[in-house]
């Protein structure tokens, strides 16, 4: 295959890409899912979030007292352990909450990013 023949094919896969693109239909103006449902989301997300951090908490409290035998002591550590835990996990979403998922505040360069100092 020599220079004219690829380009003559790269300007014919061209005319077909062009082609295939107009005969598309045009997508529909985005419709946003409506606020109240973003809100309801959001909601069960932070009561979730809560919820689920207590109980596991309570969970491995009620592990150890059965491994230590000290009945409702770790139960109870543990448990304003997750209420802690929980209302982090509240305010990280709630402080996140105009971000984008997955996207971080902060300086660049600041603790916690992967680059080696050297």
Do not use: H, Q
């Not at 409290?61 to 491994?67: M, N, P, T, V």
């Not at 543990?78 to 300086?107: I, P, Q, W």
């Amino acid at each position: 295959m020599d220079e004219r023949e690829a380009r003559a094919s790269l300007k014919d896969l061209g005319e077909r890409l062009a082609k295939a693109r107009g005969e598309l239909p045009e997508k529909p103006a985005a419709r946003g899912t409506p606020p109240t449902s973003n809100a309801l989301a959001f909601g069960l997300r932070i009561g979730l979030e809560l919820v689920v951090a207590v109980v596991v908490s309570v969970a491995i409290g009620w592990a150890i007292d059965g491994w230590l035998g000290t009945k409702p002591a770790a139960m109870a550590v543990m448990f304003f352990l997750g209420v802690a835990a929980g209302m982090g996990n509240v305010y990280r979403a709630v402080s996140g909450m105009g971000s984008k998922v997955g996207a971080r505040g902060g300086k660049a360069g600041a603790a916690g990013d992967d680059e080696d100092e050297d």
